[in-house]
């Protein structure tokens, strides 16, 4: 059973943009990182990009950043992947994920820590 749920993905030429959303009900509250990982097939599932608790402190791989932006809405108990000027090689399923902090200060880099998940979204950038 998922505990996050994820949404927007979908077919996108190269360039374009698109925003990824996941509800996170109460998995995304100030006491919970969130992260985004991508799985494409063949390849084991990787962290691209993480925000801490607080939302102070955000984190990307070196092959989205400066294009993706990770944001959180714990009101809405929701987080968004912006995603702008899509490759070929974003392609893959987009899982939204959470991790409890313990009220600690928490590396949202600690991938093997993220223990809610969503289904996935897939997105697929192609000409």
């Known amino acids: 059973q998922s505990q996050l749920e994820e949404s927007g993905g979908k077919l996108v030429q190269p360039g374009e943009s698109l925003r990824l959303s996941c509800a996170t009900s109460e998995y995304g509250s100030n006491y919970f990182a969130l992260a985004w990982f991508r799985q494409v097939p063949g390849k084991q599932r990787e962290g691209i990009s993480c925000i801490s608790s607080t939302g102070s402190t955000t984190y990307y791989i070196d092959s989205v950043k400066g294009r993706f932006t990770i944001s959180r809405d714990d009101a809405k108990q929701s987080t968004y992947l912006q995603m702008n000027s899509l490759k070929p090689e974003d392609t893959g399923v987009y899982y939204c994920?959470?991790?409890?902090?313990?009220?600690?200060?928490?590396?949202?880099?600690?991938?093997?820590?993220?223990?809610?998940w969503g289904r996935g979204t897939q997105v697929t950038v192609s000409s």
């Open positions: 994920a959470s991790a409890p902090t313990g009220w600690n200060m928490f590396d949202c880099r600690r991938w093997n820590d993220y223990r809610y």
